[in-house]
């Protein structure tokens, strides 16, 4: 689609648009960097030369990332959002993938209303349904307790799940269950044996996005969780900024930030192009 | 698909769609019901003072500045920052179909910011605006420009600051909705526009964004949804106990029903709020399928 002209001489006319790219990267790149080194200073330092390097960024990386490990407890919230998230995530593809399966690859009466009740909570603020919620947790003894945050997020995560999976499944091609068919195969043999394998592309791509967003979740785990030691990482960070605005620890807090937020970056270094993929999918429905 | 094949697979779709049809209803479905009747009663959570009060929830809501002042601010966010993000992501997208170099690259780190929690990126914009030493009280006091040093998280001024930090995070998303759109307009039409002379931003303009009305439509309506309920972010520098002059819709009901430092519990008038909040995601979202309809039929 280029041009001779324009091949000739390319990166000077295009040089604006280079120029604009980079500084929105490099901002984007440089507040995460400044997030991460401020995790390695101290506070004098953290107030006192903000721009700078730190200067003994091992010793007081040890003792900030310690500090938020440890004393601040994000060593336990770590581990309960692992169980959290791992447990959410399969529970979310347990129920969504046969569900979108059917929706995306059968015929029957209600198909399309059962569709669009499964995805209608997309469109639900979370923050509606806090009274309702808390009663229904309460009266089944799940409220503060991990298994009914599980139950809750991987509700509320279906319709996202469904969205996407059904996108997929509708995808694969036909001749595959009809070869399936023709040798005899149920619908529950194909599914297990023909559909799940080649879809796990799509599969993952969903699980991927399960896992941030439940790993990121915040409102409900502030709703539902009372315990310190039940907190999620979300919760943690939370609770650990409202005693830090206290006791000005900043760096501690920087350290805790950066805890955090690892697990998402790690997998978004890693499958960026598949989440990427997997969302131009969504939106192409 | 025949006919007969589905019949005798009646059990499959039950036992297929059961599992996430019951999950999604009891924890989900039938409590946003149990809100919409809840947003009828006067309630403080002891259950024998349910009283059934009938629209009076909402009747005083209109006369309740609280949620006039709280409606604004979550439009700057919606409104405002809805702007700001779509004006940015279809400059982008134009700049993005020229025939640049490391265009995966660019788009991944435009993207990468929606991965990160609400609760992160509150608190790190906090540092972005802190007026000892964040960056931007450092660049305005370097430029004199003492007016915008800050304080930034003040009440007056943090619903603006922090939708900044909102456009920061979704652009990159949105952005890729919009790309997917443009990836589908054939290469030929591009190239027709190209040797009629139209200038790269003309095509663009005329003929590639009137083709993307769809997946603008999908956009617009996820933007507008999830603005509107935009919590983490804010809470993550206002809790426990965000001042009145910061709230927005989401956070006022937070407030009034069980969020409050000490709580409140207005449980019915909060979940009334949670109702108008609901109500406004789903005429925004009507009003983004209005405009695409009309788009279609000019094309």
Redesign the interface.
């Given at each position: 689609?280029?041009?001779r002209s324009?091949?000739r001489a390319?990166s000077l006319r295009?040089a604006p648009?280079?120029a604009?790219?980079i500084v929105?990267?490099a901002?984007?790149?440089g507040?995460l960097a400044?997030?991460v080194l401020?995790s390695l200073k101290s506070n004098i330092e953290?107030?006192g030369s903000?721009?700078s390097l730190p200067s003994n960024p091992i010793a007081n990386g040890i003792k900030n990332y310690s500090t938020a490990w440890t004393t601040a407890h994000l060593g336990d919230y770590f581990f309960n959002s692992v169980v959290v998230t791992g447990a959410s995530v399969v529970?979310i593809l347990?129920?969504?993938a046969?569900?979108a399966?059917?929706?995306a690859r059968?015929?029957?009466i209600g198909r399309s209303t059962?569709s669009y009740?499964?995805i209608a909570?997309?469109?639900?603020?979370?923050?509606?349904?806090?009274?309702?919620?808390?009663?229904?947790m309460t009266d089944l003894h799940l409220v503060n307790t991990l298994p009914g945050l599980i139950?809750?997020y991987?509700?509320?995560n279906?319709?996202f799940a469904?969205l996407l999976l059904t996108g997929f499944f509708r995808s694969l091609p036909q001749e595959l269950e009809d070869a399936a068919?023709i040798d005899g195969a149920s619908?529950?043999t194909t599914?297990f044996r023909v559909m799940l394998p080649i879809a796990r592309p799509g599969i993952g791509t969903a699980a991927v996005f399960a896992f941030?967003e439940v790993?990121?979740?915040?409102?409900l785990a502030?709703?539902l969780i009372r315990d310190g030691e039940l907190r999620t990482?979300?919760l943690g960070?939370?609770s650990l900024?409202?005693a830090m605005t206290m006791t000005a620890n900043?760096a501690g807090?920087?350290a805790g930030?950066v805890i955090?937020?690892i697990p998402?970056?790690v997998?978004?270094i890693l499958l960026?192009?598949r989440?990427?993929r997997g969302?131009?999918l969504s939106?192409?429905k | 698909?025949k006919?007969s094949?589905?019949r005798g697979?009646?059990l499959?779709?039950v036992?297929?769609?059961l599992?996430?049809?019951a999950?999604?209803s009891?924890?989900?479905?039938?409590?946003?019901i149990?809100?919409l009747v809840?947003s009828l009663f006067d309630w403080n959570g002891f259950s024998g003072d349910m009283k059934f009060v009938g629209l009076a929830n909402f009747i005083n809501i209109t006369q309740d500045s609280l949620f006039w002042e709280a409606i604004g601010r979550t439009l700057i966010i919606s409104v405002g920052g809805g702007v700001l993000l779509f004006g940015l992501v279809l400059f982008?997208g134009g700049?993005?179909l020229?025939?640049?170099r490391f265009k995966?690259?660019?788009?991944?780190?435009?993207?990468?910011?929606v991965?990160?929690?609400?609760?992160?990126v509150g608190?790190?914009w906090a540092?972005?605006y802190n007026y000892?030493?964040?960056?931007v009280s450092?660049v305005a006091g370097a430029l004199g420009l003492e007016d915008l040093q800050g304080p930034w998280l003040a009440p007056d001024r943090i619903i603006p600051a922090l939708t900044v930090a909102v456009v920061?995070t979704y652009a990159g998303?949105y952005l890729?909705?919009v790309?997917?759109?443009i990836?589908?307009v054939p290469?030929d039409l591009?190239?027709a526009a190209?040797l009629d002379g139209a200038s790269e931003w003309t095509t663009y303009r005329r003929v590639v964004l009137p083709m993307v009305g769809d997946?603008m439509d999908?956009?617009l309506i996820l933007w507008i949804?999830g603005s509107?309920?935009i919590?983490?972010v804010i809470?993550?520098i206002t809790?426990?106990m965000p001042s009145t002059s910061t709230y927005t819709l989401?956070i006022y009901?937070?407030s009034q029903?069980?969020?409050g430092d000490p709580p409140v519990f207005r449980?019915g008038y909060?979940?009334a709020l949670?109702?108008i909040?609901?109500a406004l995601?789903?005429l925004g979202?009507g009003l983004s399928r209005l405009r695409g309809s009309r788009q279609r039929i000019e094309f």
């Open positions: 689609m280029e041009t324009a091949s390319p295009q648009y280079y604009i790219l929105l990267c901002f984007t790149i507040l400044w997030v401020g953290i107030f903000p721009w529970l347990a129920v969504a046969p569900a399966y059917v929706l059968m015929l029957f059962l009740y499964l909570g997309l469109g639900v603020p979370h923050v509606l349904i806090v009274v309702p919620l808390i009663v229904l139950l809750v991987s509700a509320v279906v319709p469904v068919a619908r529950f599914f941030v790993w990121n979740e915040f409102f502030l709703l990482m979300p960070i939370y900024k409202t900043w807090l920087y930030i955090l937020i998402a970056t997998i978004f960026a192009d989440m990427m969302l131009t939106a192409g | 698909m006919r094949r589905v697979n009646g499959l779709v036992s297929f769609l599992p996430a049809i999950l999604y009891l924890f989900f479905a039938f409590p946003v149990r809100a809840v982008l700049v993005l020229r025939p640049l995966r690259v660019f788009r991944a780190i435009l993207f990468f910011p991965v990160l929690p609400g609760i992160a608190i790190i540092f972005v000892d030493w964040g960056p450092g920061w998303y890729l909705l790309l997917a759109g990836d589908r290469r591009l190239e190209r997946v999908i956009a949804v509107l309920r919590f983490d809470a993550a809790l426990p989401s009901v937070w029903t069980v969020g449980l909060g979940t949670g109702v909040l609901l995601a789903i979202a």
